[in-house]
């Protein structure tokens, strides 16, 4: 799902398209949307058809807020590190 308000507008476009990395030589494939017909005529016939575009209203946006933060609250979602991890390797810094 991707957020195609705003800055979320230019991470779409370039999401359509090729993109080649001229440090490592690679070609990465375009991606397509399932559901917006804005894109369709731009994006690849051929492009998998991933992505999901949502223009986020403000009420979409506390929905979708409270809700995660009720899964972190909760435990049913987890980071790659915990809090603790995270503020000591912060406060390892120069600048922490």
Known sequence: MLDINGIGVFLADAMVRETYDS?????????????????????????EQILYGMKATAQ????MHSYLYSRIDTGKMNFLITEKEAKGKIMATKVG
């Open 23 to 47: 440090l490592t030589g690679e070609l990465y494939p375009a991606y397509g949307f399932t559901n917006r017909d804005e894109y369709f005529s731009i994006q690849p016939r051929n492009a």
């Open 60 to 63: 979409i946006n506390s929905d």
